[in-house]
């Protein structure tokens, strides 16, 4: 029995899915609130703006309930990208600035650091200190001691290579002791691994839907903590971040201290509703759950594919787990490896030297089994 009913994922008819780590096959329940808020616009028109904001709002509430912060903290956004850009650019910079970020990181969680360097700011490294990726609080805290203070840490919770998942409330502190914010990349966790961003003193999350969310491509949450938002230049002011929306020279931002003043235009209502429709699902199954058994799913390959020869890349340290699991295998390069497994109905990915493997709520042990016995006969 699987926390995920695999009857919401056509796709589990025809792969063993493992690669949410890449891009999620989207459950059949999102399909059909994205289907039917499109048929309602095509018969009623601007009729239906009201209904679908709604929808918009109680979206808001079900990411915020899933990141474990006020829903008032929650803006939608394109892309996790997008709400890269939106720190990056709506902080005010000073030449000398420094901003600390772990080495291999994924591109866009690092290019919009670089691309300040025109404003003077300093982007510093964290290296890896031990195999299988691994990023301690005390790598962090080192980096950040060798120089001045910085004004921000940035990570992702979950690298995207390798798995290594980073202790964010531990970060946090270290953040606070050298007066520094904290902006995480949450795009390979937010949906398979419990969290607690406001708990843990992040000031800055965000993510896409379309991995471990299960929500359609182009459509993510931004968070902002209260205090922090005021730190922010809106960087898309238009109608719908303003207060009194008919006064055409109003200023003044959405009341409240709430990030919806960040959403300037007209919102993604498709990709939104369909994105709070697979957050609902992912909370009645519970997430306490959904970790369970893609933890669980995790050991079994690294357990199956070391059997056969493997050698498992990814530091399974408890407490940094996550639900990406990485192995290099003897053979064919792994690009050519994963599009063998392709080939036979299996998706995973090349990433960082190894087969990246990357199971969901819906995934059972007979697709772990399944990617073995292909692995055992390819390799």
Known sequence: MTPLSRDQFPAAKRWAYLNHAGICPLPAVSVEAMHRQAVEV????????AAHSAAIEQARASAATLMGVPARDVAFVKNTTTGLGFVANGLDWSPGDRVVIPDFEFPSTLYPWLALAD???????????????????????E???????????VTSWVQFGRGWRV??????????????????DVIQGLGAIPARLEEWGVDFAMADGHKW??????????????????LLRPLEPGWNSVAHREEWDNTDYVPDGTARRLEGGMPNIAGIVALGTSIDLLLAAGVDEIWSHVDGLCDLACDGLAGIGATVLTDREAGHRSGIVSVHVDGPPIPLLAERLKARGIACSARSGGLRISPHGYSTEADIERLVGAVKKLA
């Open 42 to 49: 095509s018969l009623d028109g601007e009729f239906t703006y």
């Open 119 to 141: 404003r003077g700011v300093v982007v510093d490294r964290v290296r890896p200190d031990g195999p299988g990726g691994r990023l301690t609080t005390e790598a962090f805290a």
């Open 143 to 153: 980096t950040i001691a060798a120089g001045p203070p910085p004004k921000l840490v």
């Open 167 to 184: 202790d964010l409330a531990a970060l946090s502190r270290v953040c606070r002791d050298a007066g520094a914010l904290f902006c995480v």
């Open 213 to 230: 969310l299960l929500g359609p491509q182009g459509c993510g949450v931004l968070y902002v903590r209260e205090s922090r938002l005021d």
